[in-house]
């Protein structure tokens, strides 16, 4: 499978990897998000799987900081973010009520409730 | 040219069920791909209800009479038929009935026309339907059902061909659609469906990580160039806010949707458009009634499931949202679905399922995470070693 990806400058299927090998604790996963993160630096999608795969590591400034970047940069499936916090397995469950990822979590909703006005 | 009966019968509900193609050898798509695009340009018309051809093919496939099909779609119209090719030339014969009880709608023993092409003879269709189901059509209606979207009927059935093609969302499927999109752009380079379709295939390969970026960035400038062409052309919206998921720009979904809702077009494209621009900016609740008005014309369509089962979970309509898994024949969207509705059953047997079939590290690493919590760790450790 890796041997396949590297074959591709696809971001999606690094960040594949990058959980995977978080889900091992094998740091490798860096390497993985590094990669993905060449190919699309400001890419909201890649950069809130970047966040899980850092919280995964037990990373979790990384983690935050990364859920940060993509919600500023666009990021608005909250409700992947809503999973992450109900799912004991997800790499953001530990930070679930952590300050940081509330305030982002309410930065969301507000900018989608903003939305919902404008369209 | 044409001959018909002249008794219009009002009917609200359509099924139009695959032609059978008659005798060219290379027809086996003619029929249904005929069919997809007619009800595609009976959608135009607001008051009625439209089933597509790929909703009936499963109850056909049990052997089912189209009375029988009809009655089991809750549609009050069955149109079914042939067509036959010789040369270019298309012979359509088409019968309507009522789905209660079988009585023939259409006096002379149905429809019966022959068209020089392809698109003439889909166009001519739509409208002798449209006006025996005594459907009034204004002039922009009946005009946009008229319209050639190309002037090479070559290029027209390419995109038929490759449409059918990106149904089924493997590698080998998803290259022919490209390939049959690429042939037809080469014949009619300003034909704006092609490229908006092309467009599809592209970032499909990429969103199942079976290219590169690249793939990602000539869907995008394949979406622009169908706009610049026509900027009629929902199929290229809906790529586009497919792609805008990918760099960062749901909320230019948005824009993108508000003009295919301007546009006052409820085709299953222009359906999903909106609907799929409301979900990715936070808004399942929005996306909920415009898909399921989707799936009403094209219940079989994979895609369109599993943006309304994610909807439903999203909005918090478990019901409605376990009832549409429960019929997903993708497993890694049952299995995503699943998750966020609690069901563990339907997960772990999805989870198994994405790790035996796929090769994608993403939807193989979700479904790892997935079972890690639904503890069946035994069971994933033996597939991921195998």
Same mark, same amino acid.
């Given at each position: ?119 | ?120 003879? %889909? ?30 009927? %070559? ?113 299953? %494209? ?102 890690? %919590? ?13």
């Amino acid at each position: 499978m890796e041997e396949d990806a590297a074959k591709l400058a696809n971001e999606r299927t690094r960040i594949g990897l990058a959980l995977l090998y978080g889900a091992l604790g094998d740091r490798k996963a860096y390497d993985q998000v590094r990669l993905a993160l060449e190919v699309n630096p400001a890419d909201p999608w890649t950069l809130f799987w970047a966040s899980e795969v850092y919280g995964l590591l037990g990373d979790d400034e990384k983690a935050l900081a990364s859920l940060q970047q993509a919600a500023d940069r666009g990021f608005l499936s909250i409700f992947y973010l809503d999973l992450q916090r109900e799912h004991s397995s997800r790499g953001l469950y530990h930070l679930r009520n952590h300050p940081r990822l509330l305030a982002i979590r309410t930065q969301l909703a507000n900018r989608i409730d903003h939305l919902r006005r404008v369209y | 040219m044409t001959r018909v009966s002249h008794s219009p019968t009002v009917v609200r509900s359509l099924l139009i069920l695959p032609l059978e193609s008659v005798n060219s050898a290379d027809s086996d798509y003619l029929g249904e791909g005929i069919s997809e695009q007619i009800t595609a340009k009976l959608s135009a018309v607001p008051s009625l209800r439209l089933t597509s051809a790929a909703a009936a093919q499963r109850i056909l496939a049990t052997g089912a009479s189209p009375q029988e099909a009809g009655r089991r779609l809750n549609v009050e119209a069955v149109l079914f038929g042939s067509i036959r090719r010789i040369d270019r030339r298309v012979r359509v014969n088409a019968q309507l009935i009522r789905s209660e009880d079988g009585q023939v709608l259409w006096a002379e023993g149905g429809l019966h026309l022959e068209a020089r092409d392809l698109l003439e003879a %889909e166009s001519l269709v739509a409208t002798a339907i449209a006006a025996h189901l005594g459907q009034a059509l204004t002039a922009s209606e009946r005009g946009a059902m008229m319209r050639r979207p190309t002037s090479s009927a %070559e290029a027209f059935e390419l995109l038929v061909r490759g449409k059918l093609a990106l149904r089924s969302r493997t590698d080998v499927r998803l290259s022919l659609a490209e390939k049959l999109f690429q042939e037809a752009i080469q014949l009619d380079p300003k034909f704006a469906e092609a490229f908006a379709w092309l467009a599809m295939a592209n970032y499909e390969q990429f969103s199942q990580g079976l290219r590169g970026d690249e793939a990602k960035r000539k869907a995008l400038e394949n979406a622009h160039k169908a706009l610049r062409l026509d900027p009629s052309v929902a199929a290229a919206r809906l790529a586009l806010i497919r792609i805008f998921h990918s760099t960062g720009q749901a909320e230019e979904g948005l824009r993108e949707a508000a003009i295919v809702s301007r546009s006052g077009m409820a085709d299953v %494209e222009s359906l999903w458009a909106v609907a799929e621009a409301y979900l990715r900016t936070g808004m399942p609740d929005r996306s909920i009634p415009l898909l399921q008005r989707a799936m009403a014309i094209d219940p079989e369509n994979e895609n369109l499931r599993s943006r309304l089962s994610a909807a439903a979970c999203w909005a918090g309509q478990y019901n409605l949202g376990l009832q549409v898994v429960n019929t997903s024949t993708s497993s890694f969207n049952a299995m995503l679905n699943a998750s966020g509705l609690g069901n563990a059953e339907i997960v772990r047997a999805n989870a198994m399922r994405v790790m035996r079939d796929y090769r994608d590290p993403f939807p193989f690493a979700i479904a790892w995470l997935v079972l890690r %919590e639904y503890s069946d760790m035994g069971e994933a450790r033996r597939i991921w070693r195998a």
